[in-house]
């Protein structure tokens, strides 16, 4: 675990991070509601034009999808769930699904070399010193990769804060890459599965996958509380 210490960025140079990233979080929402909001509106009664919208731009659509998962990823003050649905509503359950995954693994391979590169100050520009200390019951190596594994698994835990922080321990990218991988899957295919119920039209489904998924998150959150407080050292 790298040294984390106080804070290393100045009051002036959050005050300059944090106006930046709103700057850029209203450019990046303003460019998806002209890509992916003005057709939806557009197509609201019936999605499956939108999707036959989607599938005129071919692979462009794809590759402009992830770069959005990447982008929302680094930002980390734009929710990923709205992301996740509008791929499933966008591409399908199958599709969507693999779009997303390839975000995260991009997106969560550039997060993990900014802050073995720049360290803790990277992470300030997003979270607060308390939120980056608050982590450090995965400071010990040999419990490192299965809490993590299991926090990940979980839904409703603060996997963008996690993603940032992994970075400052000793966790090697390969291994970082896997648990992405995999652990994300559960939570990631709920929200995909209510976007597709969505885009073909099966409002019941999608209510209940979505009231399951919140119910689950919530849970999660109590369990991601119950490891963290356990762990503490």
């Known amino acids: 675990m790298k040294d984390i210490g106080e804070s290393r960025l100045t009051g002036k140079q959050k005050k300059i991070f944090t106006f930046v990233m709103i700057i850029l979080a209203l450019i990046f929402s303003g460019i998806i509601a002209l890509l992916v909001g003005k057709p939806m509106i557009q197509f609201v009664r019936t999605p499956e034009k939108f999707r036959e919208f989607v599938e005129s ?3 462009i659509s794809d590759l402009t999808f992830i770069i959005m998962i990447v982008f929302q990823m680094i930002i980390a003050i734009i929710p990923g769930e709205p992301f996740e649905i509008a791929a499933g509503y966008a591409f399908g359950a ?3 699904t693999i779009d997303c995954m390839i975000g995260f693994l991009v997106g969560s391979a550039l997060i993990f070399l900014f802050v073995r590169k720049f360290g803790v100050r990277i992470v300030e520009v997003f979270f607060s010193i308390d939120k980056i200390k608050d982590l450090k019951f995965l400071q010990d190596s040999k419990r490192l990769n299965t809490l993590t594994f299991i926090i990940f698994l ?7 804060l996690i993603s940032y922080f992994i970075g400052l321990t000793d966790m090697k990218l390969s291994v970082w ?5 995999t652990a994300r899957i559960p939570s990631l295919i709920t929200s995909v599965l209510g976007g597709s119920a969505l885009g073909s ?3 019941e489904i ?3 996958v979505f009231i399951i998924t919140m119910i689950v998150s919530l849970v999660g959150l ?3 509380r119950l490891i963290k407080n356990n762990n503490k050292s």
């Open 57 to 59: 731009y071919g692979i």
């Open 222 to 224: 109590m369990i991601y």
């Open 177 to 181: 890459l896997l648990i992405t991988a």
């Open 154 to 160: 979980i839904p409703g835990t603060p996997k963008d």
């Open 94 to 96: 199958i599709r969507g």
């Open 206 to 208: 999608a209510v209940l």
């Open 201 to 203: 039209k099966r409002y």
